[in-house]
Protein backbone atom coordinates (compact mmCIF):
# COMPACT_ATOMS: atom_id res chain seq x y z
CA UNK A 1 0.00 0.00 0.00
CA UNK A 2 1.44 3.15 -1.24
CA UNK A 3 0.87 6.70 1.31
CA UNK A 4 -0.96 9.57 -0.05
CA UNK A 5 2.51 11.48 -1.44
CA UNK A 6 3.80 8.62 -2.55
CA UNK A 7 0.67 7.78 -4.65
CA UNK A 8 0.68 11.57 -6.14
CA UNK A 9 3.96 11.29 -6.44
CA UNK A 10 3.50 8.32 -8.75
CA UNK A 11 0.77 9.64 -10.78
CA UNK A 12 2.04 13.47 -12.03
CA UNK A 13 3.69 13.75 -15.81
CA UNK A 14 4.08 17.12 -15.82
CA UNK A 15 7.23 19.08 -16.42
CA UNK A 16 9.75 19.26 -13.22
CA UNK A 17 7.53 16.20 -11.54
CA UNK A 18 9.95 13.29 -10.19
CA UNK A 19 7.97 10.65 -13.04
CA UNK A 20 7.22 13.55 -15.58
CA UNK A 21 10.91 14.46 -16.02
CA UNK A 22 11.78 10.76 -16.43
CA UNK A 23 9.31 10.29 -18.99
CA UNK A 24 10.34 12.84 -20.68
CA UNK A 25 13.35 10.68 -21.57
CA UNK A 26 11.97 8.99 -24.24
CA UNK A 27 10.72 9.39 -27.76
CA UNK A 28 6.32 9.37 -27.42
CA UNK A 29 4.05 8.58 -30.39
CA UNK A 30 1.65 11.37 -31.04
CA UNK A 31 0.11 10.99 -34.21
CA UNK A 32 0.34 8.78 -37.16
CA UNK A 33 1.57 10.25 -40.40
CA UNK A 34 -1.77 9.38 -42.08
CA UNK A 35 -3.49 11.98 -39.87
CA UNK A 36 -1.29 14.49 -40.59
CA UNK A 37 -1.60 13.86 -44.92
CA UNK A 38 -5.03 14.61 -44.25
CA UNK A 39 -5.60 17.37 -41.82
CA UNK A 40 -1.80 19.54 -41.62
CA UNK A 41 -2.28 20.94 -38.26
CA UNK A 42 -3.69 18.84 -35.23
CA UNK A 43 -3.56 20.10 -31.38
CA UNK A 44 -1.10 17.72 -28.67
CA UNK A 45 -1.38 17.62 -25.38
CA UNK A 46 1.49 15.48 -24.06
CA UNK A 47 3.03 15.00 -20.31
CA UNK A 48 0.74 18.09 -19.33
CA UNK A 49 2.04 20.20 -21.90
CA UNK A 50 -0.15 22.16 -25.01
CA UNK A 51 1.94 21.32 -28.29
CA UNK A 52 0.65 21.94 -31.94
CA UNK A 53 1.91 19.71 -34.24
CA UNK A 54 1.86 20.60 -38.41
CA UNK A 55 3.57 19.66 -41.24
CA UNK A 56 4.22 22.61 -43.42
CA UNK A 57 3.99 23.15 -47.49
CA UNK A 58 7.50 21.28 -47.65
CA UNK A 59 6.76 18.68 -45.89
CA UNK A 60 8.69 19.64 -42.66
CA UNK A 61 6.76 18.69 -39.45
CA UNK A 62 7.15 20.98 -36.31
CA UNK A 63 6.25 20.33 -32.92
CA UNK A 64 5.51 23.97 -31.19
CA UNK A 65 3.96 25.54 -27.94
CA UNK A 66 0.17 25.29 -28.59
CA UNK A 67 -0.01 28.88 -28.24
CA UNK A 68 1.11 32.19 -29.93
CA UNK A 69 4.01 34.15 -28.27
CA UNK A 70 1.98 37.32 -29.48
CA UNK A 71 -1.38 37.07 -28.01
CA UNK A 72 -1.96 33.80 -27.42
CA UNK A 73 -4.31 32.66 -29.84
CA UNK A 74 -4.37 28.87 -30.25
CA UNK A 75 -1.86 27.89 -33.40
CA UNK A 76 -3.77 24.97 -34.05
CA UNK A 77 -6.00 27.38 -35.89
CA UNK A 78 -3.32 28.25 -37.94
CA UNK A 79 -2.14 27.77 -41.49
CA UNK A 80 1.06 26.29 -42.80
CA UNK A 81 3.66 27.48 -45.30
CA UNK A 82 6.08 26.98 -47.67
CA UNK A 83 8.36 26.88 -44.25
CA UNK A 84 6.71 26.89 -40.86
CA UNK A 85 2.96 27.82 -39.58
CA UNK A 86 1.28 31.07 -39.38
CA UNK A 87 -0.81 32.07 -36.44
CA UNK A 88 -4.07 33.36 -37.91
CA UNK A 89 -5.04 36.22 -35.72
CA UNK A 90 -2.29 38.55 -36.86
CA UNK A 91 0.10 36.51 -39.45
CA UNK A 92 3.31 35.73 -37.39
CA UNK A 93 4.85 33.15 -38.83
CA UNK A 94 7.15 30.63 -36.71
CA UNK A 95 9.59 28.05 -38.11
CA UNK A 96 10.11 24.46 -36.42
CA UNK A 97 12.66 25.61 -34.42
CA UNK A 98 10.33 27.92 -33.05
CA UNK A 99 11.82 31.19 -34.69
CA UNK A 100 9.63 34.01 -35.53
CA UNK A 101 10.05 34.25 -39.13
CA UNK A 102 7.81 36.92 -40.27
CA UNK A 103 5.75 39.69 -37.99
CA UNK A 104 3.47 41.37 -41.46
CA UNK A 105 2.61 44.20 -40.47
CA UNK A 106 5.49 45.25 -37.77
CA UNK A 107 7.64 44.74 -40.68
CA UNK A 108 5.63 46.99 -43.27
CA UNK A 109 5.42 49.95 -40.50
CA UNK A 110 9.12 49.50 -40.08
CA UNK A 111 11.09 47.73 -42.24
CA UNK A 112 14.07 47.94 -40.13
CA UNK A 113 12.62 46.26 -37.13
CA UNK A 114 14.46 43.03 -35.93
CA UNK A 115 11.92 43.04 -33.24
CA UNK A 116 10.92 39.08 -34.90
CA UNK A 117 14.41 38.58 -34.34
CA UNK A 118 13.77 38.19 -30.24
CA UNK A 119 10.72 36.24 -30.42
CA UNK A 120 10.50 32.54 -30.07
CA UNK A 121 7.97 29.72 -28.73
CA UNK A 122 8.75 26.47 -27.59
CA UNK A 123 9.94 23.79 -29.95
CA UNK A 124 10.07 20.38 -29.89
CA UNK A 125 11.69 17.85 -31.44
CA UNK A 126 9.68 15.36 -33.87
CA UNK A 127 10.37 12.49 -36.12
CA UNK A 128 8.37 10.36 -38.46
CA UNK A 129 9.38 6.93 -38.09
CA UNK A 130 6.85 3.25 -38.70
CA UNK A 131 4.26 5.41 -39.96
CA UNK A 132 3.90 7.15 -36.46
CA UNK A 133 5.09 10.78 -35.25
CA UNK A 134 7.33 10.50 -32.61
CA UNK A 135 8.08 13.64 -29.69
CA UNK A 136 10.67 14.42 -27.68
CA UNK A 137 10.31 16.79 -24.77
CA UNK A 138 13.72 16.23 -23.08
CA UNK A 139 16.60 18.02 -22.64
CA UNK A 140 18.80 17.92 -25.08
CA UNK A 141 21.04 15.78 -26.81
CA UNK A 142 17.94 13.61 -27.85
CA UNK A 143 18.61 9.98 -27.29
CA UNK A 144 18.02 7.71 -30.74
CA UNK A 145 14.19 7.31 -31.76
CA UNK A 146 14.26 3.36 -31.07
CA UNK A 147 14.44 1.00 -34.37
CA UNK A 148 11.89 -2.09 -32.80
CA UNK A 149 12.09 -5.05 -35.30
CA UNK A 150 8.40 -4.97 -34.92
CA UNK A 151 8.21 -2.00 -37.35
CA UNK A 152 9.43 -4.47 -40.19
CA UNK A 153 7.13 -7.42 -39.48
CA UNK A 154 5.59 -8.83 -42.51
CA UNK A 155 1.88 -8.54 -43.15
CA UNK A 156 -0.70 -5.32 -43.59
CA UNK A 157 -0.07 -2.87 -40.65
CA UNK A 158 -3.03 -0.68 -39.22
CA UNK A 159 -2.12 1.46 -36.34
CA UNK A 160 -5.08 3.09 -33.56
CA UNK A 161 -5.36 5.22 -30.61
CA UNK A 162 -7.93 4.85 -27.91
CA UNK A 163 -8.20 8.10 -25.75
CA UNK A 164 -9.03 7.07 -22.16
CA UNK A 165 -9.73 9.64 -18.80
CA UNK A 166 -7.57 8.07 -17.01
CA UNK A 167 -3.88 7.95 -16.03
CA UNK A 168 -1.56 5.51 -17.59
CA UNK A 169 0.13 3.98 -14.36
CA UNK A 170 -3.26 2.33 -13.74
CA UNK A 171 -3.13 1.20 -17.36
CA UNK A 172 0.04 0.26 -17.76
CA UNK A 173 -0.08 -2.08 -14.48
CA UNK A 174 -2.55 -4.62 -16.58
CA UNK A 175 0.61 -5.47 -18.26
CA UNK A 176 2.33 -6.25 -15.12
CA UNK A 177 -0.44 -8.21 -13.86
CA UNK A 178 -0.13 -11.81 -15.94
CA UNK A 179 -2.74 -13.85 -13.45
CA UNK A 180 -6.05 -11.26 -14.31
CA UNK A 181 -5.71 -12.49 -18.16
CA UNK A 182 -7.36 -15.65 -16.13
CA UNK A 183 -10.44 -13.51 -14.90
CA UNK A 184 -11.02 -10.89 -17.08
CA UNK A 185 -10.27 -11.63 -20.40
CA UNK A 186 -10.99 -15.96 -19.74
CA UNK A 187 -14.06 -16.16 -17.13
CA UNK A 188 -15.57 -12.73 -17.84
CA UNK A 189 -16.66 -12.95 -20.75
CA UNK A 190 -17.76 -16.26 -20.25
CA UNK A 191 -20.49 -14.84 -18.51
CA UNK A 192 -21.30 -11.34 -19.80
CA UNK A 193 -22.27 -13.61 -23.36
CA UNK A 194 -24.53 -15.83 -20.90
CA UNK A 195 -22.62 -19.05 -21.29
CA UNK A 196 -21.53 -20.84 -18.69
CA UNK A 197 -17.20 -21.44 -17.83
CA UNK A 198 -16.30 -24.57 -18.73
CA UNK A 199 -14.88 -26.57 -16.13
CA UNK A 200 -11.24 -27.21 -17.68
CA UNK A 201 -10.38 -23.46 -18.10
CA UNK A 202 -6.66 -22.58 -17.58
CA UNK A 203 -5.38 -22.03 -14.36
CA UNK A 204 -1.96 -20.05 -13.46
CA UNK A 205 0.05 -21.82 -10.91
CA UNK A 206 2.91 -19.63 -11.05
CA UNK A 207 4.87 -17.00 -13.13
CA UNK A 208 8.05 -15.14 -13.46
CA UNK A 209 9.79 -12.19 -14.94
CA UNK A 210 13.06 -12.37 -16.72
CA UNK A 211 14.97 -8.76 -16.91
CA UNK A 212 16.42 -7.74 -19.97
CA UNK A 213 18.31 -4.79 -21.81
CA UNK A 214 15.35 -2.91 -22.08
CA UNK A 215 12.49 -4.36 -19.63
CA UNK A 216 11.34 -7.59 -18.42
CA UNK A 217 9.45 -10.92 -19.86
CA UNK A 218 7.03 -12.34 -17.98
CA UNK A 219 6.08 -15.95 -18.48
CA UNK A 220 3.62 -18.19 -16.67
CA UNK A 221 2.68 -21.90 -15.80
CA UNK A 222 -0.94 -22.95 -16.24
CA UNK A 223 -2.61 -26.33 -14.85
CA UNK A 224 -1.46 -29.24 -16.02
CA UNK A 225 1.99 -28.49 -17.22
CA UNK A 226 5.36 -27.17 -15.79
CA UNK A 227 5.85 -25.11 -19.17
CA UNK A 228 6.68 -21.85 -19.35
CA UNK A 229 4.72 -20.29 -21.78
CA UNK A 230 2.66 -17.64 -23.03
CA UNK A 231 5.31 -14.85 -22.57
CA UNK A 232 4.94 -11.44 -22.69
CA UNK A 233 7.50 -8.41 -23.28
CA UNK A 234 7.56 -5.12 -21.58
CA UNK A 235 9.47 -2.59 -22.45
CA UNK A 236 10.95 0.00 -19.80
CA UNK A 237 8.95 2.60 -19.22
CA UNK A 238 5.45 2.42 -21.42
CA UNK A 239 5.66 -0.13 -24.26
CA UNK A 240 3.97 -3.17 -24.04
CA UNK A 241 5.18 -5.36 -27.11
CA UNK A 242 3.10 -8.23 -25.76
CA UNK A 243 3.96 -10.42 -29.08
CA UNK A 244 7.84 -10.34 -28.31
CA UNK A 245 8.84 -9.36 -32.14
CA UNK A 246 6.26 -6.59 -32.53
CA UNK A 247 3.64 -7.69 -34.64
CA UNK A 248 1.18 -5.98 -31.88
CA UNK A 249 2.85 -3.16 -29.93
CA UNK A 250 0.86 -0.96 -28.16
CA UNK A 251 2.35 2.42 -26.00
CA UNK A 252 0.43 4.11 -22.92
CA UNK A 253 1.06 7.81 -23.64
CA UNK A 254 0.11 10.18 -20.75
CA UNK A 255 -1.77 13.27 -22.00
CA UNK A 256 -1.91 14.56 -18.75
CA UNK A 257 -2.18 13.15 -15.03
CA UNK A 258 -5.70 11.94 -15.60
CA UNK A 259 -6.02 11.26 -19.35
CA UNK A 260 -3.86 8.55 -21.56
CA UNK A 261 -3.77 7.97 -25.35
CA UNK A 262 -2.84 3.95 -26.02
CA UNK A 263 -1.63 3.69 -29.40
CA UNK A 264 -1.88 0.56 -31.50
CA UNK A 265 0.63 -0.95 -34.01
CA UNK A 266 -0.61 -3.99 -35.23
CA UNK A 267 0.91 -6.39 -37.80
CA UNK A 268 -2.14 -8.38 -39.55
CA UNK A 269 -0.29 -11.77 -40.28
CA UNK A 270 -2.97 -13.96 -40.45
CA UNK A 271 -6.73 -14.50 -41.47
CA UNK A 272 -10.03 -16.15 -41.34
CA UNK A 273 -10.71 -17.72 -44.59
CA UNK A 274 -13.52 -20.65 -45.27
CA UNK A 275 -10.97 -23.28 -44.74
CA UNK A 276 -9.67 -21.71 -41.26
CA UNK A 277 -7.16 -19.17 -40.18
CA UNK A 278 -4.41 -18.69 -42.64
CA UNK A 279 -0.65 -17.91 -41.16
CA UNK A 280 0.49 -15.42 -43.96
CA UNK A 281 4.11 -16.91 -45.15
CA UNK A 282 6.82 -14.52 -43.43
CA UNK A 283 8.16 -12.54 -46.71
CA UNK A 284 4.77 -11.92 -47.99
CA UNK A 285 5.34 -8.48 -49.81
CA UNK A 286 2.21 -6.07 -49.00
CA UNK A 287 1.86 -3.20 -50.92
CA UNK A 288 1.08 -0.62 -48.59
CA UNK A 289 1.52 2.64 -49.35
CA UNK A 290 0.75 4.41 -45.92
CA UNK A 291 -0.58 3.16 -42.81
CA UNK A 292 -3.75 3.83 -42.17
CA UNK A 293 -5.14 4.62 -38.61
CA UNK A 294 -8.38 5.88 -36.47
CA UNK A 295 -9.18 7.04 -33.21
CA UNK A 296 -11.38 6.22 -30.43
CA UNK A 297 -12.73 8.00 -27.56
CA UNK A 298 -13.41 5.39 -24.74
CA UNK A 299 -15.58 6.40 -21.76
CA UNK A 300 -17.28 4.33 -19.45
CA UNK A 301 -20.56 5.42 -17.10
CA UNK A 302 -20.50 4.70 -13.95
CA UNK A 303 -24.04 5.86 -13.28
CA UNK A 304 -25.85 2.93 -15.71
CA UNK A 305 -23.75 0.19 -14.83
CA UNK A 306 -23.22 -2.93 -16.67
CA UNK A 307 -26.27 -2.54 -19.39
CA UNK A 308 -26.94 -5.36 -21.35
CA UNK A 309 -25.40 -3.41 -24.70
CA UNK A 310 -22.45 -3.12 -22.58
CA UNK A 311 -22.46 -6.53 -21.35
CA UNK A 312 -22.18 -7.85 -24.94
CA UNK A 313 -19.67 -4.79 -26.06
CA UNK A 314 -17.26 -6.10 -23.52
CA UNK A 315 -17.88 -9.64 -23.74
CA UNK A 316 -16.65 -9.83 -27.82
CA UNK A 317 -13.89 -7.61 -27.77
CA UNK A 318 -10.84 -8.04 -25.81
CA UNK A 319 -9.34 -4.15 -25.34
CA UNK A 320 -13.10 -3.23 -24.16
CA UNK A 321 -12.59 -5.98 -21.27
CA UNK A 322 -9.24 -3.75 -20.26
CA UNK A 323 -10.66 -0.33 -20.94
CA UNK A 324 -13.85 -1.78 -18.24
CA UNK A 325 -10.69 -2.37 -15.95
CA UNK A 326 -9.07 1.00 -16.49
CA UNK A 327 -11.52 3.10 -16.04
CA UNK A 328 -13.37 1.18 -13.74
CA UNK A 329 -11.05 2.86 -11.01
CA UNK A 330 -12.25 6.49 -11.89
CA UNK A 331 -9.51 9.08 -13.44
CA UNK A 332 -6.88 8.25 -10.71
CA UNK A 333 -6.89 5.21 -8.49
CA UNK A 334 -6.73 6.05 -4.70
CA UNK A 335 -4.03 3.30 -4.05
CA UNK A 336 -3.44 3.91 -0.91
CA UNK A 337 -6.97 1.87 -0.16
CA UNK A 338 -5.48 -1.14 -2.27
CA UNK A 339 -4.33 -4.25 -0.21
CA UNK A 340 -1.57 -5.92 -2.55
CA UNK A 341 -1.02 -9.63 -2.97
CA UNK A 342 1.14 -11.99 -4.47
CA UNK A 343 -1.37 -11.51 -7.87
CA UNK A 344 0.48 -7.88 -7.65
CA UNK A 345 4.74 -8.83 -7.46
CA UNK A 346 4.60 -7.27 -11.11
CA UNK A 347 3.25 -4.15 -10.05
CA UNK A 348 5.23 -3.62 -7.23
CA UNK A 349 8.27 -4.08 -9.14
CA UNK A 350 7.01 -1.75 -11.76
CA UNK A 351 6.37 1.23 -9.31
CA UNK A 352 9.81 0.71 -7.60
CA UNK A 353 10.88 0.63 -10.69
CA UNK A 354 9.60 3.97 -11.74
CA UNK A 355 11.24 5.91 -8.71
CA UNK A 356 14.51 3.95 -9.10
CA UNK A 357 14.72 5.06 -12.47
CA UNK A 358 13.59 8.28 -12.19
CA UNK A 359 15.87 9.07 -9.27
CA UNK A 360 18.80 8.07 -11.96
CA UNK A 361 17.54 11.19 -14.20
CA UNK A 362 17.73 13.59 -11.22
CA UNK A 363 20.96 12.43 -10.72
CA UNK A 364 21.72 13.14 -14.29
CA UNK A 365 22.12 9.84 -15.80
CA UNK A 366 20.46 7.68 -18.48
CA UNK A 367 17.50 5.38 -17.51
CA UNK A 368 17.03 2.25 -18.48
CA UNK A 369 16.11 2.16 -22.34
CA UNK A 370 17.73 5.40 -23.25
CA UNK A 371 19.61 4.39 -26.88
CA UNK A 372 22.32 6.50 -27.69
CA UNK A 373 24.94 4.10 -29.46
CA UNK A 374 23.74 3.83 -33.23
CA UNK A 375 25.13 0.36 -33.64
CA UNK A 376 22.86 -1.24 -31.11
CA UNK A 377 19.59 0.54 -32.70
CA UNK A 378 19.26 -1.78 -35.75
CA UNK A 379 16.15 -3.25 -35.92
CA UNK A 380 15.93 -4.02 -32.24
CA UNK A 381 14.87 -7.90 -31.32
CA UNK A 382 12.73 -8.09 -28.02
CA UNK A 383 12.88 -11.85 -26.76
CA UNK A 384 9.69 -13.73 -25.23
CA UNK A 385 7.74 -13.96 -28.58
CA UNK A 386 4.48 -14.88 -27.97
CA UNK A 387 3.94 -18.59 -29.33
CA UNK A 388 1.36 -18.96 -32.65
CA UNK A 389 0.11 -15.26 -32.48
CA UNK A 390 -1.63 -15.42 -29.28
CA UNK A 391 -4.43 -17.99 -31.08
CA UNK A 392 -3.59 -21.83 -30.16
CA UNK A 393 -2.01 -23.60 -27.05
CA UNK A 394 -3.07 -21.11 -24.26
CA UNK A 395 -6.41 -21.12 -24.64
CA UNK A 396 -7.01 -17.63 -24.22
CA UNK A 397 -9.48 -15.38 -24.41
CA UNK A 398 -12.84 -16.69 -23.65
CA UNK A 399 -14.53 -13.34 -25.73
CA UNK A 400 -16.64 -14.38 -28.55
CA UNK A 401 -17.10 -13.46 -31.70
CA UNK A 402 -18.38 -9.77 -32.07
CA UNK A 403 -20.04 -10.43 -36.09
CA UNK A 404 -17.70 -10.55 -38.92
CA UNK A 405 -14.77 -8.89 -38.19
CA UNK A 406 -11.60 -10.77 -38.52
CA UNK A 407 -10.47 -12.13 -34.84
CA UNK A 408 -7.13 -9.43 -34.63
CA UNK A 409 -9.38 -6.74 -35.63
CA UNK A 410 -11.46 -7.79 -32.29
CA UNK A 411 -8.93 -8.32 -29.83
CA UNK A 412 -5.87 -6.25 -30.51
CA UNK A 413 -7.66 -2.91 -31.84
CA UNK A 414 -10.40 -0.80 -30.08
CA UNK A 415 -13.78 -2.26 -31.08
CA UNK A 416 -15.29 0.23 -34.09
CA UNK A 417 -12.92 0.75 -36.51
CA UNK A 418 -14.04 2.59 -39.76
CA UNK A 419 -15.34 0.25 -42.36
CA UNK A 420 -13.12 1.53 -44.99
CA UNK A 421 -9.96 0.39 -43.04
CA UNK A 422 -11.68 -3.11 -42.45
CA UNK A 423 -12.31 -3.22 -46.10
CA UNK A 424 -8.81 -2.52 -47.28
CA UNK A 425 -6.84 -5.05 -44.80
CA UNK A 426 -9.80 -7.57 -45.82
CA UNK A 427 -8.70 -7.11 -49.30
CA UNK A 428 -5.04 -6.91 -49.09
CA UNK A 429 -5.33 -9.94 -47.10
CA UNK A 430 -7.19 -11.65 -48.90
CA UNK A 431 -4.98 -11.19 -52.06
CA UNK A 432 -2.04 -12.66 -50.07
CA UNK A 433 -4.42 -15.67 -48.62
CA UNK A 434 -5.41 -16.37 -52.78
CA UNK A 435 -1.78 -16.22 -53.96
CA UNK A 436 -0.58 -19.22 -52.02
CA UNK A 437 -0.66 -22.68 -53.41
CA UNK A 438 -4.11 -24.20 -52.60
CA UNK A 439 -3.06 -27.11 -50.18
CA UNK A 440 -0.26 -24.06 -48.63
CA UNK A 441 -2.63 -24.18 -45.20
CA UNK A 442 -3.37 -28.08 -44.87
CA UNK A 443 0.90 -28.31 -44.64
CA UNK A 444 1.41 -26.12 -41.44
Known amino acids: MLNGEEAKTLAEVSAGTLIGELLRRYWMPIASVSELDERPIVPVRLLGTDLVLYKDRS ?10 PHRHFDLSYGMTEDCGIRCSYHGWRFNEAGACLEQPFEERVNPKSTFKDRIRTE ?8 GLLWAYLGPAPAPLLPDWAGFYTHGYQLIAFAHLPCN ?5 EGAYDPVHLEWLHDRWPYRLTGREIPARRPRHTAFRWLDFEYG ?17 TVVFPNLDGAAGQGWNLNWFVPIDDTNTVVVYFLTLTSWKTPAGRVLIPPKSAVKQERIPSFRKH ?55 KLLEQARIVVEGGDPIGVIRDPEKNRRIFLPGARRNYGLRREGFPGATSGGNDDVLFQHFLPSGAPQE ?20 WKKK
Open 59 to 68: STYGLLGRWC
Open 123 to 130: SYQVRAKA
Open 168 to 172: WIQMM
Open 216 to 232: VVFQRKLEGSDEWQADR
Open 298 to 352: ISLDGEAGLTRELAKEIGAHLQSQDYAAWLGSGALVDRTLEHLSDTDTGVIMFRQ
Open 421 to 440: IKDEATRVMLSLVEGLRPDW
